[in-house]
């Protein structure tokens, strides 16, 4: 009897979740013969997930490239996969590497294993880039339902990432987005059902439904009269259906952008236990004129209102955005419309980014690009506005009893569990029993700028 022995696949993620999911999808699509390993120095096969969006995110994947030919040298038949965002935007240039065996934009990430042989069995190097067809077959729709291996300490088999949507049609007008993974195409309903229930009878706790803009999933389908939906639009309609899973604990979903954000959505949050109480909603701007430029569609008022219908439907609910400084034209006023609206809303946490142009978006092409040092200093004033917020926030919660899913155990700090509290908020508890997959209260300690402590109650 052969005993098979399975290759090393050691895998490199960047970038956003829909990049994680491709990552443990491609993980699972090819787990047959591979298993994961920790060490890139160990593998057989290397895939480095790519990120675009900013230009330091496509500097790593060269950088790191050059690294990974070292272990070429050891390892003559190692395959060195490129995927992602940088793939599908750089392919030329990253054809042109000569570490470089595989290059695999997202919307090609299902055909992972047969283009991992395709060029173990070949000395030229395989490209596979674009974007599937407008629309799905059934088959294709189908999402595969095999338990995903999982990549990181916090993300395992209590939590798990469900994919709803590909691509984005918004086409902001800084953003690399729309040409790295292409058009909206929503997955059906059904497909997103079973593959949440296969995950929840897997052990699952908790769903994140993904997308570039998950508010307008389904607007496809509706169109090409594939799907029926109700007054409320498809995006609830599948929130409903995934929440009805016996057994799901949270339910979350990312990115949403205010523009398709809908009071009907808004209110769920106060119908549905299962939403919890946070919210993703990027903003990028608290200036009328800049987010005209951005083409975002949603003026500095109109991403208050929703705010607004939000804190009206959930009191304790807690917001996070995004937010990029030193956008083309962005004046000195313009940026402190930004920290005028960041102290307004008071967000939990943001992510903050200078502006950086991209080939292909138009916003590129403004002549009106703000100095890098403008931008490294509004940057700076921004991050310490939102660094006091975040902190003074966590400090509200001292003393409070708040429901906390707890995802995994620390690997620093042993006997200590964490979780996310129903506001998204980091929560370590120590505990003489494995609490991961547990809902429970705790009543808040410790708080910091990055995360809780608490006792259970
Ligand atoms: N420059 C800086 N930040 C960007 N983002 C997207 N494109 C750019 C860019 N060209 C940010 C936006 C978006 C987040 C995912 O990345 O804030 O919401
Ligand atoms: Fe990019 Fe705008 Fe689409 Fe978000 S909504 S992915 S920022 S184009």
């Known amino acids: 009897m052969t005993i098979f022995k399975k290759e090393k696949l050691h895998i490199e993620t960047w970038g956003c979740q829909m990049n994680v999911a491709d990552s443990e999808q491609a993980a699972s699509l090819l787990s047959d013969k591979y298993e994961l390993c920790e060490e890139a120095s160990e593998a057989d096969l290397i895939i480095l997930n790519t990120c675009h969006i900013r230009e330091k995110a496509y500097h790593k994947v060269t950088s790191r490239l050059g690294v990974l030919a070292n272990f070429k040298k050891k ?20 054809l042109k590497n000569k570490n470089v065996d595989l290059l695999v934009g997202p919307g090609r990430i299902k055909e992972i294993s047969t283009l991992v042989e395709a060029a173990k069995g070949s000395n030229k190097k395989i490209s596979a880039l674009g974007f599937p067809k407008q629309e799905l077959t ?12 999982t990549l990181s300490e916090e993300r395992n088999e209590i939590s798990r990432f469900v994919t709803i949507q590909q691509g984005c049609d ?7 987005v ?13 497909a997103v059902y079973n593959q949440a229930k296969a995950f929840v009878e897997a052990g699952a706790k ?24 109700s007054k409320e639009g498809p995006f609830a309609d599948l929130l409903r259906l995934v929440a009805s899973l016996p057994g799901l604990k ?35 701007s608290g200036s009328n004129q800049v987010l005209e430029l951005m083409k975002r569609k949603v003026t500095r008022e109109e991403f208050l209102e929703r705010v607004t219908w939000l804190k009206e439907a959930c009191p304790e609910i807690t917001l996070s955005t995004d937010l990029i400084v030193g ?32 080939t292909h978006t138009p916003a590129a092409r403004y002549k009106t690009q703000v100095p890098e040092e403008v931008k490294t200093d509004r940057l700076r004033r921004l991050n310490e506005l939102l660094d006091q917020i975040t902190l ?7 003393g409070k009893t708040r429901k906390v899913l707890f995802l995994y155990k620390s690997k620093k700090d042993g006997g200590v569990y964490c979780g996310r509290s129903e506001q998204f908020k980091l929560v370590k508890v120590p505990a003489g029993r494995d609490l991961t997959g547990e809902q429970l209260e705790v009543k808040i300690t410790k708080a910091t700028k990055t995360a809780l402590e608490g006792i259970l109650v």
């Open 75 to 94: 390892n003559p038949d190692l395959v060195i996969a490129v995927a992602g965002c940088s793939a599908q935007a750089e392919g030329k240039k990253l």
């Open 138 to 149: 059934e088959e294709e729709n189908e999402l595969d339902k095999i338990s995903y291996p």
């Open 170 to 176: 918004n086409y902001c007008t800084f953003c690399i």
């Open 178 to 190: 729309p040409f790295t993974r292409g058009r909206e195409i929503s997955m059906s309903p059904l």
């Open 206 to 229: 908790e769903i994140t439904l993904l997308g570039q803009n998950v508010n307008s999933y389904g607007l496809d389908l509706v169109k090409a009269d594939k799907l029926k939906a």
């Open 250 to 284: 949270s339910l979350r979903f990312t990115t949403s952008n205010p523009h398709d954000f809908t009071k009907p959505i808004a209110d769920l949050f106060q119908e549905h236990p299962l939403l919890g109480k946070y919210l993703h909603l990027p903003v990028q």
């Open 327 to 358: 956008f083309p034209g962005e004046t000195e006023e313009n940026f402190e419309e930004t920290l005028s609206l960041v102290a307004q809303v008071r967000f939990a946490f943001a992510y903050a980014f200078k502006y950086s142009p991209r």
């Open 392 to 398: 003074e926030e966590n400090e509200k919660e001292l």
